[in-house]
């Protein structure tokens, strides 16, 4: 077996309720990063017995989602972690010589997070010296954590997951919650890690079902679909309402009244 990478592990966050996702999710991860350097832990809550993870960590049930993923990190000896979902689905060859040099960066400039698609566009965000590249998020702004496609500072994702449950809440609150971190929040210019998000709302994506067949890969139908109208236009409306109004008003006022949809209530 080749030797791993002892500066990062890939971390992937799953549960229970959507174990049918990582099928797909492992086989298109091996096809288009064939030469990861990194240990693939999957986080979940019974082990599946997929093949292609290096190793499962089966946190059992009782556990949300934050919880898992901090008594994972718990379980893991690298300081950096690249964090991805089961729906991250690949979609074409990874660089791995550039997610490796993004990696070092990383490192280098002393950041917590180093995130791998500028999802937000951080419109405040400070440009960093231009032989690297990178851009800063402005913390206490919406969505300066997120669980985008990123490294990770080991023991500060570890400390930020705690006393969270859901994503919803890691992003949200967690967001708010950094302004005293003096090292750097960071972003990619354009997106390098060249993933789908597969499934919204439990439902299908057309795009994430369009990269499954075009790769051989017939999802399974039976357990979830693709979202309804009702969804998707109260998806679009929400959309429409982050567009006219500032995000970060938005979400001090969701998190004040504690209002917005929890998806994934364990996953």
């Given at each position: 077996m080749t030797e791993k990478n002892t500066d990062c592990t890939v971390v992937v966050g799953s549960c229970d309720k959507y174990a049918d996702l990582l099928g797909p999710f492992i086989a298109l991860f091996r096809k288009f990063w064939p030469d990861c350097p990194f240990e693939v832990v999957l986080v979940t809550e019974s082990d599946p017995h997929i093949e292609g993870f290096n190793r499962t960590i089966a946190c059992g049930g009782g556990m949300n989602w934050a919880s898992r993923m901090e008594r994972a990190l718990g379980e893991?000896?690298?300081?950096?972690?690249?964090m991805l979902c089961d729906d991250y689905y690949l979609s074409?060859?990874?660089e791995t010589e550039k997610i490796l040099l993004r990696l070092g960066q990383m490192k280098s400039l002393n950041a917590v997070n180093l995130r791998l698609i500028p999802n937000p566009v951080p419109r405040s965000g400070n440009s960093k010296p231009a032989d690297h590249g990178l851009i800063e998020y402005r913390k206490n702004t919406a969505y300066c954590i997120a669980t985008q496609a990123g490294f990770w500072d080991r023991e500060f994702l570890k400390g930020l997951l705690h006393g969270k449950t859901s994503i919803w809440e890691f992003e949200r609150?967690?967001?708010f919650e950094v302004?005293?971190?003096?090292?750097?929040?960071?972003?990619?210019p354009e997106k390098e890690f060249p993933f789908v998000d597969a499934v919204h709302k439990g439902c299908w994506e057309k795009f994430g079902l369009a990269v499954c067949r075009a790769n051989g890969i017939e999802p399974d139908l039976s357990v979830r679909g693709l979202p309804s109208f009702k969804t998707r236009f109260v998806e679009g409306l929400k959309a429409l309402i982050f567009a006219i109004l500032p995000t970060t008003l938005i979400v001090r006022i969701q998190n004040a009244l504690g209002s917005g949809a929890k998806e994934r209530p364990n996953g």
């Open positions: 893991v000896s690298t300081p950096a972690v690249l074409a060859p990874v609150h967690g967001s302004g005293e971190e003096s090292r750097p929040l960071l972003v990619t």
